[in-house]
């Protein structure tokens, strides 16, 4: 099971891995984490993470600034083991994790669960030993394997800019002669610095065990839902649901403010979302942003969808090219919800995604 990739139904996933799972529970083996293995650009002062408790055993750690890390993570302590959901922009993110969460709890890391295959909640994976299960979506595995984490237009425009912005920082640092400033520039530019030696050590590494629709962990008392509820944010998203805890972690799926749309299936995300309203839940740990309360952040995520295709589809009809369109797509009847929006335009990776779906080439 832990090497070959699972693509069942449900109810044969539910029996095949809490059998397993058990099995493995006996010979569940010490974590491996000193000194020796820190990674390349890995060197910060302060935490890096703030492990906010959501309900016993379940923290949302999310970064502090110290470290480049991008996503959150959620934590889930079991009886036995701890399970990380989403692993950061880089070996060094993930490692300082794992060495922060020696505070909440000893118990190893067991699981990894990637909620999607973006560079941001992947490219810590290869810290984990092989001890450690990663689980995603076949097509999480599938996207990683390929490839496609480390090239096009997401990571080029979030981590192929830090060269850039290193300059733009040194520049600033040498105009400025505030000593307040110039310790903020400092800072910011030795975060950015460290970030790019860790970039350079991400050998991406995809999920070994995988599922195309539902997996159950039963561990201890607790049970944990890995669901695909269709294409979204990628074309594999995995949501984890506690159904206990009445608690769901959504990955990019849902977050606090806008998603980056540049891989996303924009007209299915409406009824995915759907989906997930349909399930159980109180709160979300999404993948980026603080804890939301409720199920009204889906409404607000959904409107925005929609007007969003409708704006692109008519634009996309009237032959504007799709640089053009980013710039007059306006949503800003969407600014109560999302008060980041507050000017026309959107981004154009968003643009040149949902015209590729109309011309059929979206990947
Ligand atoms: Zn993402």
Not at 11 to 38: E, Y
Not at 166 to 172: H, P, T
Not at 333 to 338: G, K
Request: charged fraction near 20%.
């Amino acid at each position: 099971m832990h090497r070959a990739g699972l693509a069942r139904r449900w109810l044969v996933l539910a029996v095949l891995v809490a059998g397993g799972v058990t099995a493995i529970c006996a010979a569940a083996p010490p974590q491996t984490s000193s000194s020796s293995d820190r990674p390349p650009g890995s060197v910060y002062t302060g935490p890096a993470f703030r492990f906010n408790k959501v309900a016993e055993g379940v923290y949302h750690a999310v970064g502090t600034g110290a470290l480049a890390v991008f996503c959150n993570a959620s934590i889930i302590v079991n009886e036995n083991e701890a399970i990380v959901i989403d692993t950061h922009t880089t070996p060094a993110g993930a490692w300082a994790l794992r060495e922060e969460l020696k505070a909440i709890t000893p118990k190893p890391v067991r699981y990894v669960i990637n909620t999607h295959w973006h560079f941001d909640h992947s490219h810590g994976n290869q810290i984990y030993g092989p001890n450690v299960d990663i689980i995603g979506s076949a097509f999480t595995r599938q996207m990683i394997a390929g490839g496609h984490s480390m090239k096009g237009r997401g990571i080029e425009r979030f981590i192929g800019s830090i060269p850039s912005q290193i300059d733009q920082l040194e520049a600033r640092l040498a105009a400025s002669t505030d000593p307040a400033e110039r310790a903020k520039l400092q800072a910011a530019l030795d975060v950015q610095k460290n970030h790019l030696e860790a970039t350079k050590a991400v050998v991406p590494t995809p999920p070994n065990v995988t599922l195309t629709d539902q997996l159950v962990l039963h561990r201890g008392a607790r049970e944990i839902r890995l669901m695909f509820l269709g294409r979204g944010h990628t074309g594999g998203d995995v949501v984890v649901y506690l159904p206990e805890e009445r608690l769901v972690m959504t990955g990019d799926l849902l977050v606090e403010g806008t998603s980056y749309m540049g891989d996303a299936y924009a007209a299915d995300w409406i009824e995915t979302l759907d989906r997930l309203k349909a399930l159980e839940f109180d709160r979300v740990l999404p993948g980026h942003g603080s804890v939301l309360e409720g199920k009204a952040r889906i409404d607000h995520w959904q409107a925005y969808l929609r007007d969003f295709w409708t704006e692109v589809q008519a634009l996309h009809r009237a032959k504007v090219p799709a640089d053009e369109a980013a710039k007059r797509i306006d949503m800003r009847a969407h600014a109560h919800n999302y008060p980041a929006i507050t000017a026309p335009g959107v981004i154009p990776d968003n643009v040149h995604r949902a015209y590729e779906l109309m011309d059929g080439k979206a990947q």
